[in-house]
C-alpha cells in the first residue's frame, strides 16, 4: 500500500475524494501523498487509485530539471515488486508512460477520483472455481 521505505512513517489510505499533495516525509528518504492539512501522515494507495492532479504532472528529469507528462490524470500502480532495494510506488499515465512517486515535484495537488473496486467473496470463489475448471496447458 505504501512503500517499503515509509513503513516507520504514520499512515492511513486514501479516501474518495480526498485532496491530496505530493510531499517529503520526515526521516524517510521517500516522497509519497499526505493531506494538505496533516502532512505528517502518509496516505497510501491501493493499485487501481485514480487520481485527478490540478496541472499536467510533474517530476525530477535529468541534470537538476523537472519534466512532465502531458496529463493531470493517472493511475497509482506498483512496479518493481521483486526488488527488496527499489522503490514501488509508481504512476501511470494514460500513454502508458509511469513515473515512480519519489521523482514527483514536491507541492503538486491530486484528487482521488476513484478507489479500485474490491471483489466480493462470492465473486473471487466463482473466479477460483472457473480457474480450477480450466483444462491445463
Known amino acids: 500500500m505504501c512503500d517499503y521505505s515509509l513503513h516507520a512513517v504514520a499512515s492511513r489510505p486514501a479516501e474518495l475524494g480526498e ?3 505530493s510531499t517529503d516525509f520526515q526521516g ?9 492539512l496533516e502532512r505528517e501522515v502518509a496516505v ?3 493499485p487501481g487509485t ?5 496541472k499536467n504532472v510533474r517530476y525530477r528529469g535529468r541534470w537538476f530539471r523537472s519534466d512532465s507528462v502531458p496529463f493531470s490524470v493517472a493511475q497509482f500502480c506498483k512496479i518493481n ?14 500513454d502508458g508512460t ?12 491530486a484528487r482521488v477520483l476513484q478507489l479500485p473496486a474490491k471483489p466480493t467473496e462470492k465473486v ?4 477460483i472455481a472457473e480457474r480450477a475448471s480450466l483444462p491445463a496447458e
Open 19 to 21: 485532496t491530496l499533495v
Open 28 to 36: 524517510s528518504c521517500t516522497r509519497g501523498f499526505a493531506n494538505p
Open 44 to 46: 497510501c494507495l491501493l
Open 50 to 54: 485514480e487520481l485527478a492532479f490540478k
Open 81 to 94: 515488486v521483486g526488488s527488496h532495494a527499489e522503490h514501488h510506488d509508481a504512476l501511470v499515465f494514460p
Open 98 to 109: 509511469k513515473v515512480l512517486l519519489n521523482e514527483l515535484i514536491r507541492g503538486q495537488c
Open 124 to 127: 473471487e470463489h466463482e473466479q
